[in-house]
């Protein structure tokens, strides 16, 4: 499966931090009955890495993933992104930031149900400032490359789970983001449409995109370059990803991720 070197906990010198925090917390509630879901978590992500956050449920990964996406506000914290502090920022400020540098992918797609899945990819583009004629060049390169282009016009509801994940990739990429989000990409997937959209994320990392990934399986993270383990909210570990000899390379070969 995967093998950790000793805890690293950044990138390396020469690979520019695109995310930083320093103290990130969060606390639901107040007094006696409030709940501290992050706390102080210190992490950088440097540009072009793919890293995996890991952990048991509750550990915090996926208040971790909205607060560094501004879905959630933080309790206490720094965040950075590309060279600025952000954790300040208005809803509104938040939502240009994420319009165009983040991407999202989430567990259960969150595609609009109303739309077609032409429209879904294109909106992303469309808010970030593109022209209806680059929006619709974009929508096409990205259902092409993820093999669904025949689906442009068709409703996600009509899509399989596999399909409807791919749709979600491209709505992600569609405002060329520097940063990817990505909640349990897999989790309401079966094996096979798993292994489809992790073959897609690998290459959309080689292609260069910045990837901060949740996931709760340990095969889906040998993919990344590093994985950050939290436990209670904070981060138990932060380690490179060893790739494994070749008769160990259960990840690859259980996922069918080569060539």
């Given at each position: 499966?995967?093998?950790?070197?000793a805890?690293g906990?950044?990138p390396?010198?020469?690979?520019?931090?695109l995310?930083?925090?320093?103290?990130?917390?969060k606390?639901y509630?107040s007094g006696?009955l409030?709940l501290?879901?992050?706390?102080g978590?210190?992490?950088?992500?440097?540009?072009?890495?793919?890293?995996?956050?890991m952990?048991?449920?509750g550990s915090g990964?996926s208040?971790?993933?909205?607060?560094?996406?501004?879905?959630?506000p933080?309790?206490?914290?720094?965040?950075?992104?590309?060279g600025?502090?952000?954790?300040?920022?208005?809803?509104?400020?938040?939502?240009m930031l994420?319009?165009r540098h983040?991407?999202?992918?989430?567990?259960?797609?969150n595609?609009?149900?109303?739309m077609?899945?032409?429209?879904?990819?294109e909106?992303?583009?469309l808010?970030?400032?593109?022209?209806?004629?680059?929006?619709?060049?974009r929508?096409?390169?990205?259902?092409a490359?993820l093999g669904?282009?025949?689906?442009?016009d068709?409703?996600?509801?009509?899509?399989?789970g596999?399909e409807?994940?791919?749709?979600?990739l491209a709505?992600?990429?569609?405002?060329?983001p520097?940063?990817?989000l990505?909640?349990e990409?897999t989790?309401?997937?079966?094996s096979?449409s798993?292994?489809?959209?992790?073959r897609l994320l690998?290459?959309?990392h080689?292609?260069?995109q910045?990837?901060?990934m949740?996931t709760?399986?340990?095969?889906?993270?040998?993919?990344?370059?590093?994985?950050?383990?939290?436990?209670?909210?904070?981060v138990?570990d932060d380690a490179?990803?060893?790739?494994?000899?070749r008769?160990?390379?259960?990840v690859?070969?259980?996922?069918?991720l080569?060539g």
């Open positions: 499966m995967i093998t950790l070197l805890p906990g950044r390396p010198d020469d690979t520019p931090a995310l930083r925090t320093k103290g990130l917390a606390v509630g006696p409030s501290e879901a992050v706390r978590v210190d992490i950088e992500v440097g540009i072009g890495e793919f890293v995996a956050i952990g048991p449920s990964k208040t971790l993933l909205h607060l560094l996406g501004g879905l959630e933080a309790t206490r914290g720094e965040i950075w992104l590309r600025q502090r952000v954790d300040g920022l208005s809803q509104s400020a938040w939502a994420r319009r983040v991407g999202f992918m989430f567990q259960f797609f595609l609009l149900s109303t077609t899945v032409a429209d879904n990819v909106l992303p583009a808010l970030a400032g593109a022209t209806p004629r680059q929006a619709r060049r929508r096409e390169e990205l259902l490359d669904i282009a025949a689906k442009s068709a409703a996600p509801s009509r899509l399989s596999g409807q994940q791919r749709v979600a709505r992600a990429l569609a405002n060329e520097g940063l990817l990505a909640d990409p989790g309401n997937l079966d096979t798993a292994r489809d959209v992790l690998r290459r959309t080689e292609a260069g910045t990837i901060l949740v709760h399986d340990a095969k889906v993270a040998g993919l990344a370059d590093r994985v950050i383990c939290l436990f209670d909210g904070m138990a490179k990803v060893i790739p494994a000899p008769q160990s390379t259960a690859s070969d259980f996922l069918e080569r």
